[in-house]
């Protein structure tokens, strides 16, 4: 193990509090205050560790980096390497899969078809549960065992549960969680079963099962991990680092994510955020987040934004409208009324970025596109490379710059999608709330379907052939 030398700053956990981030309130509160909004004025929590106080951003780059040679669990995660940012002592017993250390691959027939020279993608669908959850969750349920609560609760729309219940199996934590019934891949939900997580599918939507878990969190055994959770956060900021590191601590031009519940947007520009405030990096990259056209709300505010109001120190509106029927096959990003829009927001307009959505057909043939890369990715991963494509087309990505997708879950989460698309069988049920009658049908624009072919050589060369 590699021990603190001594040039390294005080680890941020000596000073970090919880702050409400609404200007006009800025209350803050310990690191043990088992809360989730702010008690005096129900704004938004997040932890402030003071990062501009610590000194020496040089020595402790050298530092995280002398630790990838290390055997320790903690220099291994892709998250607790880079402790001294994180609000936790020295002392406290992490509960890790190893997460993190996620690749960065050059996609070259991606970048061709957004009209970029380069594109990068950096995949957190490698992580142990499959997908970017993993990070935010290991320091979520640290702080939950931390806390002594017996069991960890979240509303998803699978992911996270399936991360929940892996991190709390780890910590030998109950979890309970909060499905939106016949909503949520079926590849998703048998991991959280799998995990021995209690699974409870509601009957509403994920927006209903948010809310539940506002009513739940007051019970005093019950900790809740969705990202309303500042500490989850935390875990999932050092994506940011870890992307700086992986780039050399040479940021991309663009970072562009899916948007649901927004967390991991809010975590990413907090990241950023905390290299830049320690010299870490030069400049912040243009944060940009991309929605499902049906499950867009945020998108639909930033386009009624004038620019006077697009700035860097811009206030940030007071309410968002909320989508009362969230339609999307991307059913990860289903939701309408986003728990963590202002964190979000706050980000993309320090960084100078964009929040816009994209359709069902750009989402399906983009992630087409990007599995022709070698890669696989599950849908809403895929409103990245499809909203990459429509920036370039407004200029507001330029063709030479360097632009990061991050890919936030594995092709193996929502297998059937990828199946329909590919036999052309995709179709979203619109439903009467939906505002349509006529299930609208999704043209395989890439599709790749198998062949039926007799049990011959011939056969098989002249289908080859065929494809040549
Ligand atoms: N991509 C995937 C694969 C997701 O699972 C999610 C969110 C997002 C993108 C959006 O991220 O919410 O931080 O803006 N999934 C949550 C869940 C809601 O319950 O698994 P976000």
Not at 268 to 289: D, M, T, V, W
Not at 368 to 373: C, E, F, V, W
Request: charged residues 20%; proline residues 6%.
């Amino acid at each position: 193990m590699i021990r603190k030398s001594s040039n390294v700053a005080e680890p941020a956990s000596a000073r970090a509090v919880q702050r409400c981030i609404v200007p006009q309130c800025g209350a803050f509160y310990g690191t043990r205050d088992r809360i989730y909004v702010c008690p005096k004025c129900g704004g938004p929590l997040e932890v402030d560790c003071s990062i501009s106080a610590l000194s020496d951003g040089q020595a402790l780059r050298r530092f995280w980096e002398a630790r990838s040679s290390s055997r320790e669990p903690r220099d291994i995660s892709g998250v607790w390497r880079y402790r001294e940012l994180l609000p936790f002592d020295d002392s406290v017993r992490v509960v890790t899969l190893l997460e993190g250390n996620t690749p960065i691959f050059d996609a070259p027939r991606s970048a061709n078809y957004c009209g970029l020279d380069v594109l990068r993608l950096k995949h957190q669908g490698c992580n142990p549960t499959g997908s970017f959850k993993d990070t935010g969750m290991s320091a979520a349920v640290t702080q939950a065992a931390l806390l002594g609560a017996r069991t960890v609760v979240c509303a998803s729309t699978g992911n996270t549960a399936a991360s929940l219940a892996a991190y709390a199996a780890r910590a030998g934590l109950q979890a309970l969680i909060l499905l939106p019934s016949g909503q949520i891949s079926p590849a998703k939900l048998a991991q959280s079963m799998d995990y021995g997580a209690l699974v409870c599918e509601i009957e509403g939507n994920f927006d209903d099962c948010m809310r539940l878990i506002q009513e739940l969190g007051e019970n005093p055994s019950i900790y809740v991990a969705n990202s309303i959770n500042p500490f989850r956060i935390e875990g999932q900021k050092t994506v940011a680092f870890e992307m700086a590191n992986q780039c050399n601590w040479q940021v991309p031009d663009h970072v562009v994510v899916p948007g649901g519940n927004m967390g991991n947007s809010s975590a990413l520009g907090k990241g950023f955020a905390e290299l830049l405030a320690l010299g870490l990096i030069h400049k912040l990259p243009k944060l940009s987040i991309v929605q499902a056209e049906g499950a867009s709300p945020l998108a639909r505010l930033f386009a009624t934004l004038p620019a006077s109001a697009t700035g860097p120190d811009s206030p940030l509106p007071d309410s968002l409208a909320i989508e009362h029927h969230p339609r999307t096959l991307a059913t990860a990003i289903k939701i309408g009324a986003p728990v963590s829009w202002k964190k979000a927001l706050r980000a993309v307009l320090r960084s100078g970025g964009r929040v816009i959505s994209v359709t069902e057909q750009e989402i399906a043939d983009a992630k087409a596109m990007i599995g022709r890369d070698g890669i696989g990715c599950e849908p809403a991963s895929a409103t990245t490379v499809a909203g990459i494509k429509k920036l370039v087309a407004a200029r507001h990505i330029q063709r030479g710059e360097s632009v990061m997708a991050v890919l936030t879950g594995h092709v193996l989460k929502d297998p059937d999608y990828v199946s329909a698309y590919h036999r052309g069988t995709l179709t979203l049920e619109q439903g009467e709330k939906g505002g349509g009658t006529e299930p609208l049908a999704i043209n395989g624009a890439f599709r790749n379907s198998p062949r039926r072919v007799e049990a011959s050589q011939s056969a098989i060369l002249k289908v080859l052939e065929e494809q040549r």
